[in-house]
């Protein structure tokens, strides 16, 4: 990552004066639209992400209006598209509210990973010796769990509940962001511009913000973002178990495990919930390598 | 060599006693005080205090900690507060049905995993690596417990071929390699492997093209040698890479066998956990907890070992 790409586009400025100044973000982003199956991937997240928002005036009914007599009710039936769940709500409707619950319980660990681990993982990188140590080994024991074993037991032990969940989750993402951070931060620290810096008499809180920051966070969210298609499969598994969100609140993983009794009767209508975190999963992996892919700078 | 074995074996250590540090802690972090459970709602504070003294919850944390220790190292991990047995038989009896899934998963995700890898690499920007990149991209993606559900009704409900869930024909009898068994093990093994092997694909895809882009496979393609040859050298130095991979998902197959071992009621220790929540069993928590984190910790250490013998580069740093 030394020198972004920015500073390459000035020096062509340079040798070409008529060339138009292109940041290094416009770059990435004109890149990234030239990508025809990670557009697509975006593009069907954005759909699931503003239907969730606005479910209220989407959706075609109320989530938590039961109704006997459409009780699994075909995909197809005429009040119920999607069909209906084991009291007879609509599936439809129901899977729009869930992306709230789902998208958020997905998004939020992965957030906070982030933050925390990046934080630390910066700080250790930046400060080395001992800090480094101390951070990194802390960190290693964190690791030294499988990772989904890990959020059920935190989250088991914790007991049910939305925030327990993403509490749980976070504790997953924390380590591997931070070991990310680490080794970015490190590499950055031992650059030239760097050393420069330091030797001019820039203060540390300076080349923090000016030197490293600007250069470590795209590598640390292009990682963040690859984290959160694992964090959908992980934070619905969590409900799937019975540890996120109580019923009837909509929520993928709940659905789909309160569906799982009726794969007899309609096992269609019972694979949807699933479904949807597989869409969102696929599309949050294809936009991550899309996103990956645009930051490469091209040998 | 040999001081990076004892270095590495060294290293362990903390952080196995870190480990079992976490899962000593899991049961504090708890609501409520694990007596709770155990006694009836309306026990005197006498009855509690009694009980506490008796469970050691009266002394420091890091007495608790230290005493708790010392018990699960000569493999006395306390009582289940819902079976009452102790936890320790609980666990064993559970690790073998685990084992039988995890080993059939792993042999399954790391052989399907290295050929679609290699295939890919080989043959990148080809139609065929086209292929294997759309199946890996969704066997990343792919949340396991809902395509073991998909298999349950694909295979069990529609096509009734194979059983939808437990573990063999009778309860009771051990495991035997014959047929009853075998067809119980298939879905299981399958909605483990997804995962995994799309892991261990990508990886080995990545590590293909990598070696095939280096000057070494250049020059033995001047010199004449076979394309067989030649391929040799490539596997030979994608390996490390591959074998890393491949034990750090064999190690995350024990956790997602959480959710799976659920949906097909397999009796194995990720079933066993998951019981251990449902039912409040917090010494049983703890127990399958430390029995399933020391064995990743275990075979991440094998696994650095063998990268280690395999790639002399890793033994410097």
């Known amino acids: 990552m030394h020198g972004t790409f920015g500073e390459t586009a000035d020096a062509e400025t340079a040798i070409i004066p008529e060339m138009k100044h292109h940041s290094y973000s416009r770059v990435v982003l004109g890149r990234f639209m030239r990508q025809p199956v990670a557009m697509t991937a975006a593009g069907i997240l954005l759909v699931i992400i503003l239907a969730a928002i606005f479910a209220n005036y989407v959706a075609p009914a109320d989530p938590f209006q039961t109704r006997v007599a459409r009780r699994l009710a075909e995909i197809g039936t005429p009040d119920r598209w999607l069909g209906g769940d084991e009291l007879g709500r609509d599936l439809l409707s129901r899977l729009i509210y869930g992306g709230r619950i789902s998208l958020s319980m997905a998004v939020l660990p992965v957030a906070v990973g982030l933050f925390v681990g990046g934080l630390l993982g910066i700080l250790a990188g930046y400060a080395g010796g001992r800090t480094n140590m101390a951070i990194m080994r802390a960190m290693d024991v964190f690791y030294a769990f499988p990772s989904i074993l890990l959020a059920v037991a935190i989250a088991g032990a914790l007991g049910p509940g939305l925030m327990n969940a993403v509490l749980a989750l976070s504790m997953v993402f924390i380590p591997p962001i931070a070991r990310m951070a680490e080794s970015v931060t490190t590499q950055v620290r031992s650059y030239e511009f760097v050393i420069a810096a330091r030797l001019s008499g820039a203060s540390t809180a300076r080349i923090m913000r000016e030197h490293v920051l600007s250069n470590v966070a795209g590598p640390i969210l292009v990682f963040a973002s690859s984290q959160v298609s694992v964090s959908i499969i992980a934070a619905s598994g969590l409900s799937f178990l019975g540890l996120g969100v109580a019923p009837p609140n909509p929520d993928w993983g709940l659905m789909l495990s309160a569906l799982r009794q009726s794969i007899y009767v309609n096992p269609w209508v019972a694979a949807l919930p699933g479904a949807m975190i597989f869409i969102c999963s696929v599309c949050f992996n294809l936009v991550s390598d899309g996103v990956r892919r645009a930051m490469e700078v091209r040998r | ?317």
């Open chain 2, 1 to 317: 060599m040999l001081l990076y074995v004892v270095r590495r074996i060294l290293y362990a250590v903390p952080i196995g006693i870190g480990v079992t540090f976490i899962v000593f802690s899991l049961v504090h972090i708890a609501p409520g005080d694990p007596i709770s459970a155990l006694l009836p709602n309306e026990a005197t504070q006498e009855m509690v205090d009694e009980a506490r003294r008796e469970f050691g919850l009266d002394r420091p944390f890091l007495v608790q900690y230290a005493i708790w220790l010392g018990n699960a190292a000569v493999g006395n991990l306390g009582t289940s507060i819902g079976s009452g047995r102790p936890v320790a038989t609980e666990v064993m009896s559970a690790v073998g049905n685990t084992f039988i899934l995890a080993t059939s998963a792993g042999l399954v995700a790391c052989i399907l995993g290295f050929l679609l890898g290699i295939v890919a690499g080989l043959w990148r920007d080809r139609p065929v690596d086209h292929i294997v990149n759309l199946i890996t991209i969704s066997g990343v993606s792919v949340p396991h417990y809902w395509l073991a559900i998909m298999l349950v009704i694909v295979f069990a409900v529609d096509l009734n071929w194979l059983p939808p869930l437990g573990i063999g024909p009778d309860r009771s009898g051990g495991w035997r390699p014959d047929w009853a068994h075998i067809s119980h093990l298939i879905l299981p093994t399958i909605a483990t492997a997804a995962i995994p092997m799309a892991v261990i694909a990508r990886t080995l895809r990545a590590s293909v093209v990598d070696v095939l882009d280096q000057d070494f496979i250049t020059t033995l393609r001047a010199k004449g040698l076979r394309r067989q040859s030649v391929l040799w050298h490539v596997i030979r130095n994608a390996l490390p890479t591959a074998l890393a991979v491949m034990g750090l998902q064999l190690g995350n197959m024990l956790g997602g066998s959480v959710l799976v071992e659920t949906v097909f009621a397999w009796p194995g220790t990720g079933f066993l956990l998951a019981s251990a929540i449902f039912q409040r069993d917090l010494p049983l928590l703890q127990g399958t907890m430390l029995v399933l984190s020391m064995f990743f910790v275990f075979l991440n250490l094998v696994v650095d070992l063998v990268q280690s013998a395999t790639d002399p580069r890793i033994r410097r740093t």
